[in-house]
């Protein structure tokens, strides 16, 4: 069984940072790529970011390319998602996802697991 856990949410000022993490179990985090997607209230599932299994190609959606920062460590089964000059057009729950390959993958039938999702808030 496939589990994703997504940590790091919380509430921050505009301007501010925070850094997502999602630990993974399961033989899949060592044969797929990675990604992170968001949904905002009445609003879709979108896109955000994306690691393939080398750690050497990402992907990011135009909306957080130059804020936001996609990395993954093999070793210790971990996606990250550095999100820096948060806005809060950010506001949504950011979920985590493994793919069903290792190469690129950005749109939803890409993936086959997903985490519970953790909470960004960005207010003043």
């Known amino acids: 069984q496939v589990q994703l856990v997504e940590s790091g949410g919380g509430l921050v000022q505009p301007g501010g940072s925070l850094r997502l993490s999602c630990a993974a179990s399961g033989r899949t985090f060592v044969n797929s790529a990675m990604g992170w997607f968001r949904q905002a209230p009445g609003k879709e599932r979108e896109f955000v970011a994306a690691?393939?299994?080398?750690?050497?190609?990402?992907y990011y959606a135009d909306s957080v390319k130059g804020r936001f920062t996609i990395s993954r460590d093999n070793a210790k089964n971990t996606v990250y998602l550095q999100m820096n000059s948060l806005e809060p057009e950010d506001t949504a729950v950011y979920y985590c996802?493994?793919?069903?390959?290792?190469?690129?993958?950005?749109?939803?039938?890409?993936?086959?697991?997903w985490g519970q999702g953790t909470q960004v808030t960005v207010s003043s």
């Open positions: 690691i393939a299994l080398s750690g050497r190609s990402t």
């Open positions: 996802a493994a793919a069903r390959s290792g190469s690129r993958a950005m749109a939803y039938d890409d993936f086959a697991y």
